[in-house]
């Protein structure tokens, strides 16, 4: 196998478009374990991890959030940038795998996976991100939604690499919360995640509901639930009966050898009532 080892983001795009088949590597917690197991056998990678300098940062800037793509889970645990609403990010690491797995994997590379197990692609749908990808042709932006298609397969042109998630900075009256609900308490693969964003100002003004199990193999957004709680004021769990309804509707039930679809199903409804409780300051 050849290594290809940038140490800039030119470097990189410049090898990544003459090496199209060249399988991009970051912290690897994603990537090394299908190479051992011969799920995936590439003959040649681009190990991106010596970008960390340039593609690891979190920023405030014009309204706007932008957390670099090399950025790690435990940066993100560790970030100062990542206070108010947005320390619910910090929620998701703390649940997130092992210290050693957090210390190398990167954001961008959770979204990449596209998988049903990665949280960070549940929470960022509900704050509505987008993704920033580069090449030496130049640079788009696209929404999260429209970045990730299904299971192991993003919206990337083979000579692109992702180099930021951007986000609003919810100073807006929003407030988020995440659950995430596994068989253990550390090195978590959950049955289900949840994260709802809101902006509530006595009323649901705002709603955006994203869990993995809905529709698709990968997470998705909850539309019917975000229609079902706009204009509601929250004051126990009779006032969400119609949106839980609509969740219900909206979900798929898959059963696998972790568990069954219905009590997913029964977990996504119990976790979506306790964050908007949660967040509207209804216990
Ligand atoms: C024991 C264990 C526990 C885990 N626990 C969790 C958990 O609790 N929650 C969770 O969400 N995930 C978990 N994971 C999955 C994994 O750690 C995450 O998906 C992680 O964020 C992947 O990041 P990485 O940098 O290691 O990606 P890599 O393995 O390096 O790459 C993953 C995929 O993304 C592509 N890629 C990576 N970076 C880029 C980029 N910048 N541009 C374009 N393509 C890119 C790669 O080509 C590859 O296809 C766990 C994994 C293990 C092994």
Same mark, same amino acid.
């Given at each position: 196998?050849?290594?290809?080892?940038?140490?800039?983001?030119?470097?990189?795009?410049?090898?990544?478009?003459?090496?199209?088949?060249?399988?991009?590597?970051?912290?690897?917690?994603?990537?090394?374990?299908?190479?051992?197991?011969?799920?995936?056998?590439?003959?040649?990678?681009?190990?991106?991890?010596?970008?960390?300098?340039?593609?690891?940062?979190?920023?405030?800037?014009?309204?706007?959030?932008?957390?670099?793509?090399?950025?790690?889970?435990?940066?993100?645990?560790?970030?100062?940038?990542?206070?108010?609403?947005?320390?619910?990010?910090?929620?998701?690491?703390?649940?997130?795998?092992?210290?050693?797995?957090?210390?190398?994997?990167?954001?961008?590379?959770?979204?990449?996976?596209?998988?049903?197990?990665?949280?960070?692609?549940?929470?960022?749908?509900?704050?509505?991100?987008?993704?920033?990808?580069?090449? =030496?042709?130049?640079?788009?932006?696209? *929404?999260? &939604?429209?970045?990730? @298609?299904?299971?192991?397969? /993003? +919206? $990337? %042109?083979?000579?692109?690499?992702?180099?930021?998630?951007?986000?609003?900075?919810?100073?807006?009256?929003?407030?988020?919360?995440?659950?995430?609900?596994?068989?253990?308490?550390?090195?978590?693969?959950?049955?289900?995640?949840?994260? =709802?964003?809101?902006?509530?100002?006595? *009323?649901? &003004?705002?709603?955006? @509901?994203?869990?993995?199990? /809905? +529709? $698709? %193999?990968?997470?998705?957004?909850?539309?019917?639930?975000?229609?079902?709680?706009?204009?509601?004021?929250?004051?126990?769990?009779?006032?969400?009966?119609?949106?839980?309804?609509?969740?219900?509707?909206?979900?798929?039930?898959?059963?696998?050898?972790?568990?069954?679809?219905?009590?997913?199903?029964?977990?996504?409804?119990?976790?979506?009532?306790?964050?908007? %409780?949660?967040?509207?300051?209804?216990?």
């Amino acid at each position: 196998m050849e290594v290809l080892m940038p140490n800039t983001l030119d470097e990189a795009l410049r090898a990544l478009v003459k090496n199209q088949d060249a399988v991009i590597v970051a912290g690897g917690t994603d990537l090394w374990p299908r190479i051992r197991d011969l799920e995936v056998r590439p003959e040649r990678l681009l190990d991106i991890s010596g970008l960390s300098g340039e593609l690891s940062y979190i920023r405030k800037e014009g309204g706007k959030v932008r957390i670099g793509s090399m950025t790690t889970i435990a940066e993100i645990y560790e970030s100062r940038e990542l206070d108010g609403p947005l320390e619910v990010f910090k929620d998701v690491a703390a649940k997130f795998g092992s210290p050693q797995i957090r210390n190398a994997a990167t954001i961008g590379g959770n979204i990449c996976a596209s998988l049903s197990s990665e949280d960070y692609i549940t929470l960022l749908l509900a704050l509505d991100a987008s993704v920033v990808l580069k090449s =030496v042709y130049g640079e788009r932006t696209l *929404r999260l &939604e429209d970045f990730i @298609v299904d299971k192991r397969t /993003v +919206n $990337r %042109k083979p000579y692109e690499i992702v180099t930021e998630v951007q986000f609003n900075d919810m100073t807006d009256g929003w407030r988020a919360g995440f659950e995430k609900i596994g068989r253990r308490n550390t090195l978590i693969i959950n049955l289900v995640n949840v994260a =709802v964003a809101l902006r509530y100002n006595g *009323r649901v &003004e705002e709603a955006r @509901v994203a869990l993995n199990r /809905v +529709n $698709r %193999k990968v997470p998705g957004r909850a539309r019917a639930a975000e229609k079902a709680l706009l204009g509601k004021e929250i004051r126990g769990d009779s006032d969400l009966e119609e949106a839980v309804e609509a969740l219900r509707g909206e979900l798929s039930l898959t059963s696998d050898f972790r568990a069954s679809g219905e009590y997913r199903v029964a977990l996504a409804e119990v976790y979506f009532k306790r964050i908007v %409780k949660r967040l509207v300051g209804v216990a």
